[in-house]
T-cell receptor, first 110, second 114 residues
């Protein structure tokens, strides 16, 4: 069963704007990760946030985690056309079983 | 550095035919290994994962099976393919120690069952 659900399912923005996508999950987690998938390719790991962390930054990426609401958000600042991809959250409950959400398709218009 | 190889990249098979997809990892020992399937425009469904040779956990009851004949080799098989087996199959690995290791994916196999 799917653990995570991303919102929105699709997002279209202009280059230079910020993109925010959200992930909700159902059970307790050990960590939450965000991945990017370019069309027809494998997923690439972007950032990992542990369950005892609330916010994490990596370059133009900012991830927040609210374990009380079982939700996370990924913010991409100053988006570029090259950021066009699908973005997925994945949760791990400490059992090495990574469960992915349904994904957000981001389109950045030049 | 670690690399993951997955082949073939594309495959067209008739209904009822067998399937064998192979994945190998280089540059690491005793990795956790995973098979995911992605339907068109959808999320990833965990099919199998393995934390060691001979240890395979199945997440979805279906006509697929997985084997791990060697430490860094993971094989996805079927004796008779169904139309519903079409999809994008992704192999991935992670470090086996600790629980804060990201997944590293192969480039996937696009399977079309006709």
């Amino acid at each position: 069963s799917q653990q995570g659900e991303e919102d929105p399912q699709a997002l279209s923005i202009q280059e230079g704007e910020n993109a925010t996508m959200n992930c909700s999950y159902k059970t307790s987690i050990n960590n939450l990760q965000w991945y990017r998938q370019n069309s027809g390719r494998g997923l690439v790991h972007l950032i990992l946030i542990r369950s005892n962390e609330r916010e994490k930054h990596s370059g133009r990426l900012r991830v927040t985690l609210d374990t009380s609401k079982k939700s996370s958000s990924l913010l991409i600042t100053a988006s570029r056309a090259a950021d066009t991809a699908s973005y997925f959250c994945a949760t791990d409950s400490g059992t090495y079983k990574y469960i992915f959400g349904t994904g957000t398709r981001l389109k950045v218009l030049a | 550095s670690q690399t993951i190889h997955q082949w073939p990249a594309t495959l067209v098979q008739p209904v009822g035919s067998p399937l064998s997809l192979e994945c190998t990892v280089e540059g690491t020992s005793n990795p956790n290994l995973y098979w995911y399937r992605q339907a068109a425009g959808r999320g990833l469904q965990l099919l199998f994962y393995s934390v060691g040779i001979g240890q395979i956990s199945s997440e979805v009851p279906q006509n697929l099976s997985a084997s791990r004949p060697q430490d860094r080799q993971f094989i996805l098989s079927s004796k008779k393919l169904l139309l519903s087996d079409s999809g994008f199959y992704l192999c991935a690995w992670s470090v086996s120690t600790g629980s804060f290791s990201p997944l590293h994916f192969g480039n996937g196999t696009r399977l079309t069952v006709t």
